[in-house]
């Protein structure tokens, strides 16, 4: 059987492309996958109109286990830009970069943008490194727990609510809190704060006591964060992305940036520019089901 002459060429040509591909990642030019994590931390249950782009446990598990699953991989940064969320997501995704590194051997380091902030900075902890902006702002390592009474809302609209429920505290939070019913929800939202200050002090090896002293809720921006052990360098993507190839040794890495296209309408959402404040938010996310849940 007579093969074709541009069959032979065909293959030849596919070969040194393979061979040529893998001498590149082979000979210090392996690859450092650029993640891009960016949006409010939330659930799968929060997920809806409000948080399109939102950063999920989901997205970070199937980026890392893209970035596992290749070979020629090296080491991956972390572009995050968030101002928090979810307290549960938060932890999600933390633990899912501790897996990733320890199952793979893979280092992680975490290039903060504009905001890295609460629940942004959270999920920066257990990172190799972490590299922030001077001017990013980050910190704010606290909790907080909000409740929207809608009653005076539902008399205006002429409209008459009537709860039943099995369970003394069931419909806690949907009309004001008793004095018991504050002391439960300032005991769950210590207890969590006492959460996120445990991760910090093990994530980034500091003493819990420097930890709770700087957990005041406060922002600090990355100057302030370097001095306070808070980041480890200043710096933009580029410089993360050098530290990286320093971890592993590869000189000149091959940068893959991950991505993954949104629903059809969230490029809608950000050309609209609805000019919504946070208490606005706090109240449209209520009605998604966001009601008194406590984020980072």
């Not at 306070?228 to 890495?253: C, F």
Request: charged fraction near 20%; include cysteine.
């Amino acid at each position: 059987m007579k093969v074709k002459r541009w069959q032979v060429v065909f293959s030849v040509v596919i070969a040194l492309i393979l061979v040529l591909s893998f001498a590149g990642c082979a000979g210090g030019r392996g690859k450092i996958a650029v993640i891009p994590l960016s949006g409010a931390i939330v659930g799968a249950s929060q997920q809806g109109l409000l948080t399109s782009g939102g950063i999920t446990p989901g997205l970070v598990r199937s980026y890392l286990r893209k970035a596992g699953a290749d070979g020629f991989v090296k080491a991956v940064v972390l572009r995050i830009e968030s101002p928090g969320g979810s307290a549960a997501a938060s932890q999600e995704i933390a633990n899912e970069i501790r897996r990733f590194k320890e199952e793979t051997g893979k280092p992680v380091v975490v290039s903060m943008g504009d905001v890295a902030a609460s629940g942004g900075y959270y999920i920066s902890v257990y990172a190799d490194r972490i590299v922030a902006s001077p001017a990013t702002l980050t910190g704010s390592i606290g909790v907080i727990s909000q409740l929207i009474y809608i009653e005076g809302l539902l008399e205006k609209l002429g409209l008459e609510m009537e709860t039943i429920k099995a369970g003394k505290y069931k419909d806690m939070g949907t009309r004001p809190l008793t004095d018991e019913e504050r002391q439960i929800m300032q005991a769950i939202t210590d207890d969590l704060y006492g959460q996120f200050v445990n991760a910090v002090a093990e994530g980034r090896n500091l003493p819990p006591d420097t930890v709770r002293n700087l957990a005041t809720g406060q922002v600090y921006t990355g100057s302030q964060a370097l001095e306070l052990g808070l980041v480890d360098e200043l710096g933009g993507l580029d410089r993360a992305i050098e530290v990286a190839g320093e971890l592993v040794g590869v000189t000149a890495p091959v940068v893959e940036e991950y991505g993954i296209s949104g629903p059809w309408w969230s490029g809608l959402l950000q050309q609209l520019r609805l000019p919504l404040g946070e208490d606005e938010l706090a109240f449209l996310r209520m009605l998604e089901g966001w009601q008194a849940t406590p984020r980072y």
